[in-house]
């Protein structure tokens, strides 16, 4: 199920970064002309929505099913940390670019949930092999 959700979240991801880009051209000339920090945020926006659905199916290619109940706990909310980032980082896309600061604490969130995403996966690779090596 995990593998599925991933594969699922990254294949509309890089969809939906397909259409961001198609939306800086066409509704935003290619950015050009456009102050500089909106262009950096839509750029990186743009960017950061496309790594975190390689990340996800990346995740979708490799994911298998522990057996332990502690890895099995931390692989799950570690996919869950990780699939919510493609919607948020698509949210800071269209709402977070035209600040006068230029923050974006949901563009920092959805990364921040991919860090430890995949921190958890990795705790939940560890807990397993520890678990189950032979002496």
């Excluded at 002309?33 to 950096?40: K, N, Q, S, T």
Aim: aromatic share 12%; glycine share 8%.
């Amino acid at each position: 199920m995990l593998r599925r959700l991933h594969l699922i979240v990254g294949l509309a991801g890089v969809v939906a970064f397909l259409l961001t880009g198609q939306y800086m051209h066409w509704a935003h000339a290619h950015l050009q002309g456009m102050a500089d920090g909106p262009r950096l945020i839509y750029r990186s926006s743009h960017i950061y929505l496309l790594w975190a659905c390689l990340l996800n199916l990346g995740l979708g290619c490799y994911v298998h099913s522990f057996s332990m109940v502690a890895a099995k706990v931390a692989q799950a909310a570690g996919s869950i940390t990780v699939v919510i980032g493609p919607p948020l980082l698509c949210w800071s896309f269209f709402y977070e670019t035209y600040n006068e600061e230029l923050l974006r604490p949901v563009g920092h969130w959805a990364i921040y949930l991919a860090l430890g995403g995949t921190a958890l996966h990795v705790v939940a690779s560890l807990l397993q092999k520890v678990m189950h090596a032979k002496p």
